[in-house]
């Protein structure tokens, strides 16, 4: 069982507040991911971490940022939240480095945050 | 560049039906493939994988197997629930990409009626 947490799990705010989401994982795993999933539930790769200090920009664009100051941590900010944000934001960590059981690229997924801003 | 189509849904069957999700997809090199599933109002799982051509990949009834030569990973299950209500993701590795990244399909949904 994976061991990813998300907080909160829903989030109703108004426009122009500031946010973070919350991401924690206590597998030790180096890389870390932020997808954003619209309600035709595809999910967009927003950002992604291959350890501490490292942020790397994902396939869709955010106006979001992230940060990496400790292995188990990876929480999302937005500077001023608008309704056009408002979605499903999953957080997810994977391995690096020498293979185990699972094909490296396995991804252990967190509950989500469901976020509506008004 | 590499990419996943996966059938769109949504899927609805009766308690009991076979079940077949298609996916097919473009990669160059050797990538992993995967099926994830998302439960209502949680995030994804991952339900089985396979990293060569030939692996069957098999989980709680599901399976799936890695078919180079018509670049395939079709999801089956010979008898749903309706447990199995979700929405179901194909992805693969991206070998020429960032490691670790996985592209995803753009997801499945199945409603299974008792």
């Given amino acids: 069982e994976a061991d990813i947490y998300q907080t909160p799990r829903y989030l109703v705010i108004g426009t122009g507040k500031k946010i973070t989401l919350e991401c924690s994982q206590t597998m030790g795993h180096d890389k870390m991911y932020w997808y954003q999933q619209d309600p035709g539930m595809e999910l967009h790769l927003i950002h992604y971490s291959y350890g501490v200090n490292s942020t790397e920009k994902g396939d869709l664009s955010s106006e979001s940022t992230v940060s990496r100051i400790r292995t188990e941590h990876f929480p999302l900010t937005l500077e001023s939240a608008r309704p056009s944000h408002t979605s499903q934001y999953l957080c997810a960590s994977s391995e690096l480095g020498v293979a185990t059981e699972s094909p490296l690229e396995t991804q252990y997924f967190g509950p989500g945050t469901r976020l509506t801003v008004l | ?114």
């Avoid at chain 2, 473009?26 to 109002?41: D, I, K, M």
């Avoid at chain 2, 089956?76 to 992805?91: L, N, P, R, W």
């Fill in chain 2, 1 to 114: 560049g590499n990419s996943v189509t996966q059938m769109e849904g949504p899927v609805t069957l009766s308690e009991e039906a076979f079940l077949t999700i298609n996916c097919t997809y473009t990669a160059t090199g050797y990538p992993s493939l995967f099926w994830y599933v998302q439960y209502p109002g949680e995030g994804l799982q991952l339900l089985l994988k396979a990293t060569k051509a030939d692996d069957k990949g098999s989980n709680k009834g599901f399976e799936a197997t890695y078919r180079k030569e018509t670049t395939s990973f079709h999801l089956e299950k010979g008898s749903v629930q309706v447990s199995d209500s979700a929405v179901y993701f194909c992805a693969l590795s991206d070998p020429g990409g960032s490691q670790g990244n996985l592209i995803f399909g753009k997801g499945t949904k199945l409603s299974v009626k008792p």
